[in-house]
C-alpha cells in the first residue's frame, strides 16, 4: 500500500474550499482520493473591469490549478475515484476530458453530485465575465505565463502562482466548458450512505456522512488483505447534516486523516464571543443539534466526542455575525456576505428570519447566484440526509429549514444574477446580499462591493483562511467595513485520541505538520506521517489472505484422512474475486475422478519399492550406489531399461519406455498414500 499526498489544505476557509488530495495505491489498483481546484491562484487575476487599485495583478483571463487532475494524468491514469464533498469534484471535468480517463471510475455521494454539479455550472459562468472582457481564453501559453512577464509581477503574486515545486506553470489550465462537465456527471457513479459498491470484484467501497456538510462523507476502503478508512473534514455534531458516523469505521486497518480543524486556531475568536451570549432562538438551534441520549450508548468517550461545545461554539459564531448585520442595518448600511458554505448560509438565513420576526426592522435579502433557487430548492427535498433534528422538523410538518418562511413572507428574494428582470423593482437598499465568490474576484460579490465600498456604514463578512489584503486590493481604499469569520472546518486535535481509541486503528497517517502538535506518549497504533509530494508505503498487514470454498464444492470433496488431525482432499476450482473476497467455485468443466492420476505423498521405502517391482515381474536390483550420501537407487533391467533414484525427500525415475513406466508408477501407487 503506497500513498502519496498531492495537496494539503490550509487553514481557516481554504480547508474547506480547497481539500487535501492523495493518490492510493493498494492491490495494484490506483485511487485518487478527491480532486478538488486550488483556487487561491484566482487571487493573482484583477477582476473585471478594472480599477485604478489593481498594480501588481494579472489583468488575463484567469487559469486554474488542480494538482490531483495534473499528478493523475502524469502518474498514467488511475483506476477510481473517490469523492468526498462537493468541493472535492471541482476539478473532475479536468480529469475526465483527458482520453485516458474517459472510463474511470468515480464515485460521490447523491447530494454532493448534484451541489457539486451546480457549483462547476456556476464557476464556468461566473468565468465567462473574463471572456466577454478578454475574448476567449487561447489554448497556448499566454503572455503573462512567460518567464519575463512572470518575473515583473511582485513577490507576493509570483508565489500566489507558484507556491511551490510542484505547481508548474505549464500545468494552469484553461477551464473546462460545459460539455465537459456533462461529460463527467456520465462517469459518476453517485452513492446513498452506508451503501456498498464493489470495485473491480476487489474492493469494497461505503461513504459514511463526516457531519461537516450535506452529502459529504468519509469512505471505507475494504480489500482482500487491508481496510482503509479515508477521514476528511469531519464534525462529530451537525445543526443541518446528518452526524458523523463513527460506528462504521471502526477496527479498520488504517486511518487516514486528510484534514485537520482551524478549530485549533479559533481561540482568539472564542475569546471575543464569551462576551455575545446567545439569545433564545440561537440556544435553541444548539440544543436541538446535539446527539440525543437514546439510551442506545452512554458510553463516555462517544459522549465526549458528541458533547455540544463544537456545535455551541458554532452557533454562537453565527449568531454573533446575525447581530452584527442587524447593527449595520440599524445604522443604514447594506451587508455583503460573500461565503461559500451552503451550511453556514442556511443557519444565518435561519437565525436571521427570527431576529427580523421578533423586531420590528424589514429589510429585503437577496439571494443572487446562479444556482440559488434550485440549490434552496433541493435543501428542502433531502431529509435522509439532514440531522435528526432536521428529520423531526419534517414529521412534525415544520419546515426544515427557517428561510422556508422568509421565502413564504415576501423577504427572501432568489436571482440568477445582477441584471435579472425583477431584480431593479424588488432592490431596495439598504439590504442583505448572499451572493458568489468567496475569492472577490468572480460573480456579483465584485461589482456589489464595488458599489459600497466607500460607505462606512455597510459591512462585508469573509471567511477567515484567505489573504483578506490581497483579496482587498483590487477595491481600495476603503471605508467599508470588514468582519472576518472562521467556522466549524473538522475534527479538534483534543478529540483525536478519543477518536482513534474508538475505532481502533492498526496504522494512522498523519500530515507532517500535526507531528509537533501531537504527544508523543504511547499507543496502540502506530503513527505514519505524510508531507505534499511525497511517497510513502505501508507494510503489509498480512502475506496471506483467507479463501472462501463454496458451499456445492464443500459437499463433492473426498477427504483422506493423513493422520489424527489432518484430512487431505483434490478438487478442481476456479479462483475468483467478489466483493473484496475471494472464493474457489466449481469449474465449468469436472474431469471425471475415476480416471484421473492419484497424487501421491510420503517418503518411498527402498525395499518396499523394490519387492512391489519384482511382483510385478520386473527384474530389478539394487545399484551399487553410495549410501552414506543418503542416496539408494533401483536398476531395472527388464521388460524395459530404468532407474529409480530416492533419497529421503526426493524420488526421481529414469525411463523412456511406457510400458516400464506405467509398471513402475503401479508399484509406487501400491506402497504410497494418494488423493
Known amino acids: 500500500m503506497k500513498l502519496t499526498c498531492l495537496s494539503t489544505s490550509g487553514g481557516g476557509g481554504s480547508s474547506y474550499h480547497s ?216 464534525v462529530f455534531v451537525s445543526a443541518h447534516a446528518l452526524d458523523f458516523d463513527y460506528s462504521s469505521l471502526k477496527e479498520n486497518d488504517v486511518i487516514l486523516f486528510s484534514d485537520l480543524s482551524s478549530l485549533n486556531d479559533m481561540d482568539e475568536d472564542n475569546e471575543k464571543l464569551d462576551e455575545h451570549a446567545m439569545d433564545e432562538t440561537a440556544s435553541s438551534l444548539c440544543r436541538h443539534s446535539v446527539l440525543r441520549d437514546d439510551g442506545a450508548d452512554a458510553d463516555e468517550k462517544i459522549l465526549f466526542l458528541c458533547n455540544s461545545d463544537d456545535i455551541t461554539e458554532e452557533i454562537e459564531r453565527i449568531s454573533f455575525i446575525c447581530s452584527c448585520i442587524i447593527s449595520a442595518i440599524k445604522s443604514g448600511g447594506s451587508v455583503l456576505i460573500p461565503i461559500g458554505r451552503l451550511g453556514v448560509i442556511l443557519l444565518l438565513l435561519e437565525l436571521l428570519s427570527e431576529t427580523l420576526h421578533s423586531s420590528s426592522i424589514k429589510v429585503p435579502i437577496f439571494m443572487v447566484s446562479e444556482t440559488a433557487a434550485e440549490l434552496i430548492a433541493f435543501t428542502n427535498a433531502l431529509p435522509e440526509w439532514l440531522c435528526k433534528s432536521r428529520q423531526e422538523k419534517l414529521f412534525s410538518g415544520e419546515a426544515l429549514f427557517g428561510h422556508v418562511e422568509l421565502l413564504k413572507e415576501g423577504k427572501l428574494f432568489l436571482f440568477p444574477h445582477l441584471h435579472s428582470k425583477g431584480l431593479l423593482a424588488a432592490w431596495k437598499e439598504p439590504c442583505i446580499v448572499f451572493c458568489p465568490h468567496w475569492s472577490l474576484r468572480l460573480g456579483p460579490a465584485v461589482h456589489l462591493l464595488r458599489r459600497w465600498r466607500a460607505d462606512k456604514r455597510c459591512l462585508l463578512v469573509l471567511e477567515q483562511g484567505n489573504d483578506a489584503e490581497l483579496s482587498l486590493k483590487p477595491f481600495m481604499p476603503l471605508a467599508i467595513r470588514v468582519l472576518e469569520c472562521s467556522f466549524l472546518s473538522g475534527v479538534r486535535a483534543a478529540k483525536i485520541d478519543t477518536l482513534l481509541g474508538m475505532l481502533k486503528p492498526k496504522f494512522v497517517m498523519l500530515p507532517e505538520g500535526l507531528k509537533s502538535r501531537y504527544s508523543a506518549k504511547e499507543r496502540p497504533w502506530s503513527f505514519l506521517y505524510y508531507s505534499k509530494g511525497k511517497t510513502i508505503e505501508l507494510p503489509n498487514f498480512q502475506e496471506d489472505f483467507e479463501v472462501h470454498l463454496a458451499t456445492d464444492v464443500a459437499l463433492g470433496l473426498q477427504p483422506r484422512q493423513l493422520n489424527e488431525t489432518t484430512a487431505v482432499a483434490r478438487l478442481r476450482t476456479k479462483l475468483y474475486v467478489s466483493s473484496g473476497q475471494y472464493q474457489l467455485a466449481a469449474a465449468e468443466k469436472q474431469s471425471d475422478q475415476s480416471k484421473r492420476h492419484l497424487l501421491h505423498r510420503d517418503a518411498v521405502d527402498p525395499d518396499h519399492l523394490l519387492l512391489a517391482l519384482q511382483e510385478k515381474g520386473m527384474v530389478c536390483s539394487f545399484a551399487a550406489d553410495d549410501k552414506t550420501a543418503g542416496e539408494r537407487s533401483v536398476l531395472i533391467t527388464s521388460p524395459g531399461y530404468a532407474l529409480v533414484k530416492i533419497t529421503s525427500n526426493r524420488t526421481v525415475i529414469y525411463c523412456d519406455d511406457e510400458r516400464t513406466s506405467k509398471h513402475i508408477y503401479d508399484a509406487l501407487s501400491s506402497i504410497c498414500n494418494g488423493i
Open 19 to 234: 481539500p487535501a488530495s492523495h493518490l492510493l495505491e493498494m492491490e495494484g489498483l490506483r485511487f485518487l482520493l478527491d480532486c478538488p481546484i486550488d483556487l487561491s491562484v484566482l487571487a493573482a487575476f484583477s477582476p473585471v473591469p478594472h480599477t485604478s487599485g489593481e498594480g501588481g495583478l494579472i489583468r488575463a483571463v484567469p487559469r486554474y490549478w488542480s494538482p490531483a487532475a495534473a499528478a493523475a494524468a502524469k502518474a498514467g491514469g488511475v483506476d477510481a475515484v473517490i469523492v468526498s464533498s462537493a468541493m472535492g469534484m471541482l476539478g473532475l471535468p479536468f480529469l475526465t476530458r483527458l482520453p485516458g480517463f474517459a472510463n474511470t471510475k468515480i464515485y460521490v455521494t447523491e447530494v454532493a453530485a448534484r451541489i457539486g454539479k451546480l457549483m462547476m455550472g456556476e464557476l464556468v459562468e461566473m468565468h465567462r465575465e473574463f471572456i466577454r472582457y478578454y475574448g476567449p481564453d487561447m489554448d497556448g501559453l499566454p503572455k503573462w505565463m512567460e518567464g519575463e512577464k512572470l518575473n515583473e509581477l511582485l513577490p507576493v503574486f509570483q508565489k500566489t502562482v507558484t507556491e511551490d515545486e510542484g505547481k508548474d506553470l505549464i500545468s494552469l489550465m484553461p477551464l473546462y466548458s460545459p460539455g465537459n462537465i456533462e461529460e463527467c456527471m456520465q462517469t459518476i457513479q453517485p452513492v446513498k450512505y452506508g451503501e456498498e459498491v464493489c470495485l473491480n470484484g476487489i474492493f469494497v467501497l461505503k461513504a459514511s456522512s463526516s457531519g461537516l456538510e450535506l452529502g459529504n462523507s468519509v469512505w471505507t476502503i475494504k480489500g482482500p488483505r487491508a481496510s482503509i478508512t479515508y477521514l476528511p473534514s469531519s
